[in-house]
């Protein structure tokens, strides 16, 4: 499919294809808080023509005001709102039609706080029939750029799920790290940037038909270290932590909270004396990761292996399986998928899940970035 809008850095959020839905507030009857009077339809976020048109009613409610006034689309991917956030909306049940939520109802009356401390990188999306070969001039079938790399795709899946998101990373002070700011908080993330000389480190990811991507990075990765003044207290208050970059200390500020949770992408901090995470995601499938995750497994009480279509296990404290979810559309390309899938299990934990619970929960939420194009 091809997006129905490329991002402007000047644009105050950034186009993504959920980003027209915003979070309700708990608790309140289907209430609409204040942010998505002006978030829920822009113009950035219209998408192409797989997507439902809504049509409000005679008698109509604020929200559909916008609806009608703006003459936008509307991206119906309201799968990710807890069903005690729209019911009584008409509406909003008409977005969300017969579609599950993939927050657990029984956590739907207060926010879970999570942070991330990670990475970004400026990704540029380019859709090709296949990866070019040498010397040839391949033809693009589309083209679009977004923030991505572990860090900023696990924070916007997270704000996505519902959760109040804090989210540590390291920017150049440029046109690149700017933008990124602007989409990460227009998806709801609460940003904490340390600003560094060095510029944004890019990418430039190619996606195939079969869902196939080869990602190419230009620049070094910018982390942010524990000595940044940032405002880690807010870390005191998070449930949990995803951690996908940074140094030792920046580890430290993590464990103010029960859970961490780490990606192989830390593993040169989880390689340091005296490393410690909760529990260590990682592909079973890579042979890198696996072999690294082994030679590491004394550094964190739980190791979770996915496993693609066939779901995945979980060793150390405990031990058990989960099965691969149902995709809810055509899938599209695996970028995102399995930070995606680490993101949903860290709140999973953080909001009292059993493992289990939370590595389906996870499983969910890996199965829908499959099928979106780029970055979730």
Known sequence: MVPAARLDPGLPLAPCRRAAMRRLERGRGGSVDAQIHAALVQGSDVVGGDEARVVADADHEPVEDVLVKRRDDVVDRADLLAPGRVHGHPTLEHLVGDRQSLVHAGHTTGMTHTGVVGHVEWVDFVSVPHLPVHEEILHADSAFARAGGGGAVAATVLADLGAEVDFYCALGR????????????????????????????????????????????????????????????????????????????????????????????????????????????????????????????????????????????????????????PLPGPPRDTYGCGDSFAAAFTLGLGRGDSIAEAAKLGAQAGALALTIVGAP
């Open 174 to 325: 440029d046109g690149h790290g700017e933008a990124a700011v602007a989409q990460l908080e227009g998806r709801g993330v609460r940003v904490h940037v340390a600003w560094r000389d060095e510029p944004t480190r890019c990418a430039v990811t190619f996606l195939e038909p079969g869902t196939e991507r080869t990602i190419v990075t230009v620049g070094d990765r910018l982390e942010p270290i524990g000595s940044d003044e940032l405002e880690w207290d807010y870390l005191a208050n998070a449930e949990s932590v995803y951690f996908t970059a940074g140094d030792p200390a920046a580890l430290e500020r993590a464990h103010a909270s029960k859970f961490v949770v780490a990606s192989p992408r830390a593993r040169d901090v989880l390689e340091a004396d005296n490393a410690h995470v909760y529990a260590l995601v990682f592909s079973e499938g890579d042979d890198g990761e696996r072999a690294w995750a082994n030679r590491v497994a004394s550094r964190a009480s739980l190791l979770v292996a996915t496993e693609g279509g066939r779901g995945g296990r979980w060793w150390g404290e405990s031990e058990g399986h989960w099965e691969a979810a």
